[in-house]
T-cell receptor, first 113, second 117 residues
Framework: ETGVTQTPRHLVMGMTNKKSLKCEQH?????MYWYKQSAKKPLELMFV???????ENNSVPSRFSPECPNSSHLFLHLHTLQPEDSALYLC????????????FGQGTRLTVV | AQKVTQAQTEISVVEKEDVTLDCVYE???????LFWYKQPPSGELVFLIR??????QNEISGRYSWNFQKSTSSFNFTITASQVVDSAVYFC??????????????FGKGTLLTVNP
């Protein structure tokens, strides 16, 4: 079992659908992150949660809505997405602090049709 | 503002060759951390190394070695005697202090390394 688990691994959704991505970490970390990885672009930080509180929101469109019910779980709720939102969405967790490396999940490959 | 530049988009080598992946960064922070991650085809990013800005000692771990040079703002990664299993995308990243005690990573665009048998 990996430290950070993401489900589903693959998702195809229409532009009018509503879906959610799930992330779970078993490492006892207190910070969790959503990153977006598009082709030929650097990984983009979307949201940061620390102790279940959102501390960072990098100008992400409102069609992406994160939720962190506890320190082990992180969701990304999706609605009315655009084709350009198709990407690999990676979840990560870490202990708070500048020096701690983040542990990543395997990602959800999202395709918006 | 921060920036991480990995100028090599793709590198292709033959097995057993040595290969160096370049990383150049920009930051105004005096205290910062540098990372290398490996992303195999399965998708997850695998942590390889963390180095803080006050420690310029080079590091070797098996076939992997890292050369941190603050004077040139570079943190290069060398794989010695490459193997097919080394084929992956490699990311260099720089951390800065975010909100509160949290940090956030800024990633380079990655270098796709292909090791051919």
């Amino acid at each position: 079992e990996t430290g950070v688990t993401q489900t589903p691994r693959h998702l195809v959704m229409g532009m009018t659908n509503k879906k959610s991505l799930k992330c779970e970490q078993h490492l006892g970390h207190n910070a969790m992150y959503w990153y977006k990885q598009s082709a030929k672009k650097p990984l983009e930080l979307m949201f940061v949660y620390s102790l279940e509180e959102r501390v960072e929101n990098n100008s992400v469109p409102s069609r992406f809505s994160p939720e962190c019910p506890n320190s082990s779980h992180l969701f990304l709720h999706l609605h009315t997405l655009q084709p350009e939102d198709s990407a690999l969405y990676l979840c990560a967790s870490s202990q708070d602090g500048n020096s701690n490396e983040a542990f990543f999940g395997q990602g959800t490959r999202l395709t918006v049709v | 503002a921060q920036k991480v530049t990995q100028a090599q988009t793709e590198i292709s080598v033959v097995e057993k060759e040595d290969v160096t992946l370049d990383c150049v960064y920009e930051t105004r922070d005096t205290t910062y951390y540098l990372f290398w991650y490996k992303q195999p085809p399965s998708g997850e990013l695998v942590f390889l190394i963390r180095r803080n800005s006050f420690d310029e000692q080079n590091e070797i771990s098996g076939r992997y070695s890292w050369n941190f040079q603050k004077s040139t703002s570079s943190f290069n990664f060398t794989i010695t005697a490459s193997q097919v299993v080394d084929s992956a995308v490699y990311f260099c990243a720089l951390s800065e202090q975010g909100g509160g005690s949290n940090y956030k990573l800024t990633f380079g665009k990655g270098t796709l390394l292909t090791v051919n048998p």
